[in-house]
DNA sequence: CACCCGCTATGACGCCGGTCATAGGGAGCC
DNA sequence: GGCTCCCTATGACCGGCGTCATAGCGGGTG
């Protein structure tokens, strides 16, 4: 890919906009671009935070495994989004791993030219707060649903967050475009594998949800935002 | 209080660290002192932004409330810290309430003030960021926690985090100066008072905590740190 | 082809912790 | 003093969901 084409995809990013042409393409020109297949770690939790990232195709999840060998998902990322970015501006270690779902590639800047950028451009680092500023929102609903919802409505509440973020209308519903595995929603909710199937199990059946060779279709979006707003049935 | 007293408050908050005596004392005069007593409400989920709040003495903590009753303590706050700052700077309504869980006062600042700080001064934004970056790690850590361990770690974990925050060393152990209900601690672990006053009584029949009227003190932290990591006993 | 691995699927069992009920004590107020 | 709140405390019950076990399937690989 060109450099041309890396600046263009750079200032896709709402980080990034508003920064001057040249900006970008000194960052472009250090940025680096990586494959990886399903199920790689890009980082580990702990690691020094040499780099920042930006998906340029396939979904990132950012994962903590804890001692009890099981696993959460932080947050899942699609093309276009940042990640690693607040341990870089901190200079901290990445306080979570990072592992493709699918056949993922990301690119990847060194994190001095983005740190310095940061020294030079306000712009820049008030984008990054108010990105930061969104993912405490969210961290906040994540709490907020494990805090007071059963199982049944987290569930639910993921598959409608994914497919407003993701979603492409089909006449048959919503069909979020990409394979997430039930042990990956499960660690995204707080719960169980088990759990996870038998309720996708009884959603299938009772037409909420179809299968589109692997991906999900959320066939009766209406009944899941109720599930999802924590009403029976 | 005069604006002097009011300034070097301000200063004592690393957001405000850095910035020019003038600026300073330009919020010091706009800013106002509001006392409140315990369970007041400052403001509440959705009011506008109006105000950039510090606590001055007391605590505040940011909560919830769900449809199902219960409530969700997302952060509490002690003397010095900042909160509503971040939907100041997003000019978005307060995605959680603010409630005093003591007599406290609070010092507050119209938002177009800051806003303006912010234009001009890179390093208030860039601390801002840096704030609002620690508190998503500590969100992580609650989904964390919440998504994987039980209740006993959990609120074991509340009470070494506030330790390590406020806790005051006595000879008798750590001290927690400040009074929090059950009630309070059962929202911050999403679990229910029954089960917090359950555990808290068989802590304070195996030494493990004591009530020095009415603040608590960690009488064996070593045991509760294991707690907090998972190991049962 | 046969093998293995990752994923989905389903049943049986049991426990953590939520719900409901009841009681008692302390602080503030008329 | 007596009344009202708010908070702490404890028992009984039971259900949601985690754990464990087993099985089947599809796809990639030697």
Known sequence: MSAKDVAAF????????????????????????????????????????????????GHVKIVRHSKTGKDVVLELLGAGEVFGGVAVIEKRPYPAAAQATEPT????????????????????????????????????????????????TRLAAALIRLAEREGARGREGV??????????????TGTTVETTIRIFSRWLKNGLLADDGGRLVLTDRERLSRLADGEAQ
Chains 1, 2 share one sequence.
């Open 175 to 188: 069909t979020l475009p990409f394979h997430l595995t039930r042990q990956s929603l499960a660690d995204m």
């Open 105 to 152: 590639v990301v690119l990847k800047i060194p994190a001095e030219p983005v740190i310095a950028l940061a020294e030079r451009h306000p712009a820049f680092v008030k984008e990054m707060a108010l990105m930061i500023g969104r993912r405490l929102r969210s961290a906040h609903d994540s709490v907020t649903s494990l805090a007071v919802d059963p199982v049944e």
């Open 10 to 57: 750079l200032r896709q990013n709402a980080v990034f906009t508003g920064l001057p042409a040249r900006e970008i393409e000194g960052l472009a020109a250090a940025a680096v671009e990586e494959a990886h297949p399903a199920r790689a770690y890009i980082f580990m939790e702990g690691d020094p935070a040499g780099w920042f990232y930006l998906v340029r195709s």
